[in-house]
């Protein structure tokens, strides 16, 4: 409405210019005033009709917005999506949560998002808010797997559907759907990349290697960890890589909380014991960004070599990638997560209007990036979870500018840093 009174004035200004223009010309005397006068009219009359069409072309594009405005209210149906976010202070989730509120309000829907600093307890009595608040919709990235089943019996009690976002919640039939990476493959990835880098098919070695994993709350965690290790471990098997921690069980390996100073601090021990007699530590697998970092801040404090060991990641954090350009980190895994973003958006809104989305939607929601439907690799104790699986990437210094830059996610500053764009 707003838009459309805009419009009429913006005519009504036209209309008074031209009667303006129109008037001076009419006051004048002689010919050579006539001539002026008819000059000025012409004149006036072009860019009257040139105010016209501009203003015809606003009324059409004010219409346009209006209808499609409309439109989506009417797709909305005045829906509330509740967005549960673990924390601010892992970068991507500041991402997922933009990306998600962003998707779902394009589309009309009111959005309601937390984030509950890691804390469990938190994020349980978030998730209590939006239902107590009627969302029609939940999207949850857990900080606990576990920790979840109570509070999504109350959101199955009230007929809310719950995607599990990025991070699979366990124990609980409340969850209709799960979206995310492939996580096995993200490990796999990373092993892979050791595998090629240290030539192991070909060299003898030894070499010698050091695992660092995510949060066991998290059910992501181990399917990274599984995926990098079930590459390696044949290598490690045959005496080509060594572990002179002996620390290869995803136990002794993870880190709480995915935490920067908790990854830094064990690996400060790790080389403390196991490296300060001039052993040479050639490559830190790690499974995320926020690990890579402590561990890499442990290297350059604590290790005493001066070869550049091999770092993994995954995420695209802006320090990692920072670090990725000064020859710091040497990988990391993309994920796309505005894709995962528009992903949620369209099994949400399948979902909202009471559809059961299928492997059918990846071609009918016309998606520009890949993804498999798999209904097999995720049981929560309950039962197979549907889903939804985009896919990985391999970023290294080389191909940042068209993986991430290119692509339009990032953006490169005048030093050769990338920066997220949203
Ligand atoms: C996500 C990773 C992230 C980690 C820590 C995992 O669940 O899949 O992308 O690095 O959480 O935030």
């Known amino acids: 409405m707003r838009k459309s009174k805009k419009a009429l004035a913006l005519m009504l200004g036209a209309t008074m210019s031209l009667s303006m223009f129109a008037g001076c010309g009419e006051a004048g005397g002689g010919d050579a005033t006539t001539a002026a006068a008819t000059e000025a009219k012409t004149e006036a009359a072009t860019e009257a009709e040139k105010t016209e069409a501009e203003t015809e072309a606003a009324t059409e594009a004010a219409t346009e917005a209006e209808t499609e405005a409309a439109t989506e209210a009417a797709t909305s149906g005045g829906k509330k999506v509740g967005i549960a976010m673990p924390t601010k202070s892992l970068e991507r989730w500041n991402r997922d949560g933009s990306y998600l509120e962003e998707q779902f309000k394009s589309k009309g829907y009111e959005v309601k998002l937390t984030f509950s600093d890691n804390k469990i307890d938190q994020q349980v009595k978030d998730i209590e808010g939006l239902i107590a608040d009627d969302v029609d919709l939940l999207v949850i990235a857990a900080i606990d797997g576990e920790s979840l089943t109570q509070v999504l019996a109350e959101a199955k009690e009230e007929n809310i559907p719950v995607i599990s976002y990025d991070r699979l919640i366990m124990n609980t039939d409340a969850v209709s759907y799960y979206v995310s990476f492939d996580n096995y493959t993200v490990g796999k990835l990373q092993g892979e990349f050791v595998r090629d880098q240290l030539d192991l098919d070909n060299q003898a070695g030894p070499f010698n290697i050091e695992f660092t994993a995510g949060d066991p709350a998290d059910n992501n965690a181990g399917f990274f960890f599984n995926g990098a290790y079930d590459v390696l471990k044949p290598y490690i098997d045959e005496g080509k890589l060594n572990v002179p921690s002996g620390q290869t069980a995803f136990d002794q390996v993870a880190t709480k909380s995915w935490d920067t ?6 690996f400060q021990n790790i080389l403390g014991s196991n490296y300060s007699d001039g052993t040479q530590l050639d490559v830190a697998l790690c499974s995320n960004d926020s690990t890579a970092l402590g561990v890499t801040q442990a290297i350059e404090t604590d290790y005493a070599g001066t070869n550049s060991v091999i770092i993994t990641g995954q995420d695209g954090d ?13 990988m990391t895994v993309y994920k796309a997560v505005a ?41 929560n104790g309950t039962g197979i979870i549907p889903s939804y699986l985009l896919v990985p990437t391999v970023v290294t210094k080389d191909n940042i500018q068209k993986e991430l830059v290119d692509t339009g996610y990032y953006t490169m500053d005048a030093e050769g840093y990338p920066h997220p764009t949203n």
């Open 339 to 379: 894709n995962e973003a528009v992903a949620t958006l369209d099994i949400g809104v399948a979902l909202l209007n009471g559809e059961t989305p299928d492997e059918s939607l990846i071609s009918s929601a016309g998606w520009s990036f890949e993804c498999a439907y798999d209904t097999s690799s995720y049981d």
């Open 261 to 266: 100073a908790t990854a830094m601090n064990r």
């Open 318 to 330: 802006e320090a990692n990638l920072k670090n990725l350009v000064d020859g710091k980190q040497t």
